[in-house]
C-alpha cells in the first residue's frame, strides 16, 4: 500500500457505458469476400476514475497524484476487484476526504459504499449524483410541474445553472 492518498480530497467517479463487440459467426468464409460474418452485440462495460482535487476543487494534473482511468466488461464484480485494488494501491485510508461521484445505477450504490467503508475511508466521504444524470431529473420534474413548453424551458435554464454553479467545486460543497 502507498501513500499517495494521504491527506488528499479524493474523486471516485463511477459509470457504465455501451460498447458494441464483434462476435465471429461459426461456420466457412464467404468464398466472394474470404470473411466470415460477425454479429454486434452491446455490452456495457463499468468505468471509473480516480483522481485529486485541490481546497477549490480544481483537479489536479501534476506527476506526482496520477489520475487512474480503468474499466472491465466482466461484471459489476469484477469492477469490485478492480475498484478496490486501486483504493488500496493508492492508499484510499488515508485521505483526508472522499467523494464518490456516479449517476443512478443501484448496483453502484449498493455495492461501493460498503467497499469504501471496508477499505476504511475517512469518515468525510460523501456521495453524489452527477450533473448529467440530475439535469435528466430535472427535465422530469419540469415535464410534470408546468404546462407550457416557455416556462419549462425558463425553469430549467435556471435550474441547471444553479446546479452547475453550486456542485462543481468540491470544496464549495464539501469543505
Avoid at 63 to 80: A, C, H, M, V, W
Amino acid at each position: 500500500m502507498s501513500n499517495i492518498l494521504k491527506d488528499q480530497r479524493v474523486v471516485i467517479a463511477v459509470d457504465g457505458g455501451r460498447t458494441r463487440i464483434r462476435i465471429n459467426k461459426k461456420g466457412r468464409r464467404k468464398v466472394k469476400t474470404n470473411r466470415v460474418g460477425y454479429t454486434g452485440e452491446w455490452i456495457e462495460p463499468k468505468l471509473l476514475t480516480i483522481y485529486v482535487v485541490n481546497e477549490q476543487g480544481e483537479k489536479i494534473k501534476n506527476g506526482e497524484i496520477p489520475i487512474t482511468n480503468d474499466g472491465t466488461y466482466k461484471g459489476y464484480q469484477g469492477f469490485l476487484q478492480i475498484l478496490e485494488m486501486y483504493l488500496v494501491n493508492l492508499g484510499i485510508s488515508q485521505a483526508k476526504q472522499v467523494l464518490l461521484i456516479a449517476d443512478g445505477a443501484e448496483w453502484i450504490w449498493i455495492h461501493i459504499p460498503p467497499l469504501l467503508k471496508k477499505l476504511k475511508c475517512p469518515p468525510e466521504t460523501y456521495q453524489l449524483l452527477d450533473f448529467f444524470h440530475a439535469a435528466s431529473h430535472l427535465q422530469d420534474f419540469a415535464d410534470a410541474a408546468f404546462s407550457t413548453n416557455n416556462e419549462r424551458q425558463q425553469w430549467l435554464k435556471g435550474s441547471k445553472k444553479f446546479k452547475k454553479r453550486s456542485g462543481t467545486r468540491f470544496n464549495e460543497k464539501y469543505g
